[in-house]
């Protein structure tokens, strides 16, 4: 049985870094130096993409690579050790300033998403974490990506757009008619699920001019991020 409160000791704005463990779990709390019964979780987002943003330098570093984002005035209201889910990617801030935020990109993260090609001037879907009593507008999103998708087709239906995405056969028992998909950091209602092994998306004018999805190409591609809860259900079906 899990609780359901959250415990006040939260991130900047009230954000969640802290969740209560089952009733009858204890762990060792080192900030404490006692035994405690919570622990501090991963952020979480809801794929409602606040803005975008540009990737203003890309810097080679000892093991990996720090990027900074131009986040116009969302930057005031960051604070170093934030998590911002970031096409999709959650990622730790490191560094501010005059409107900038940096990120350090390790090369584990390197290997699992394509932020490796991002170059000065490539824009970004941005996303600040849940905050306690937030509205979950969307669906949760970690920002711990699955895996990588490509832009296969593109049918513009007037101020709409479908779009034609392929996914990873170890994705597919993840997805279904209707349910949710973390594209990009975008949270999207799959429409259609093809037996090619893509998967079709309708996108609004509002997430077209809104998200970095609007001014993509065919053969782009995009992080893809399967519902928590199916991948719950598919670990406990398998034990």
């Not at 463990?21 to 060792?28: E, S």
């Not at 584990?108 to 879907?125: H, P």
């Not at 004018?205 to 053969?219: C, D, K, Y």
């Amino acid at each position: 049985m899990w609780t359901s409160s959250i415990p006040s000791s939260c991130g900047k704005n009230g954000r969640v870094r802290y969740a209560k463990l089952p009733l009858k779990a204890t762990i060792y709390d080192k900030k404490t130096t006692s035994r405690s019964r919570y622990f501090i979780i991963c952020a979480m987002f809801t794929g409602l993409v606040e803005r975008t943003g540009q990737i203003s330098s890309v810097e080679d570093i000892s093991g990996g690579t720090r990027i900074g984002i131009e986040m116009g005035e969302m930057a005031s209201e960051i604070a170093i050790g934030d998590s911002i889910c970031t096409s999709g990617v959650c990622l730790t801030v490191i560094s501010l300033g005059n409107k900038m935020v940096y990120f350090d990109l390790s090369p584990q993260t390197l290997e699992v998403t394509n932020l490796g090609a991002l170059v000065a001037g490539s824009v970004v879907n941005l996303e600040r974490s849940l905050r306690v009593g937030d509205r979950l507008g969307g669906h949760f999103v970690s920002g711990h990506v699955d895996d990588i998708g490509e832009l296969l087709e593109i049918k513009v239906c007037g101020d709409f757009s479908n779009y034609v995405f392929s996914a990873p056969s170890a994705m597919l028992p993840l997805m279904v008619d209707k349910g949710s998909i973390g594209v990009d950091g975008v949270s999207l209602t799959i429409a259609k699920l093809n037996d090619s092994g893509s998967f079709e998306v309708a996108l609004i004018p509002e997430t077209l001019s809104t998200t970095n999805l609007g001014a993509m190409h065919v053969g782009d591609k995009v992080h893809l991020e399967a519902d928590i809860l199916a991948k719950h259900v598919q670990r406990l079906l398998a034990c």
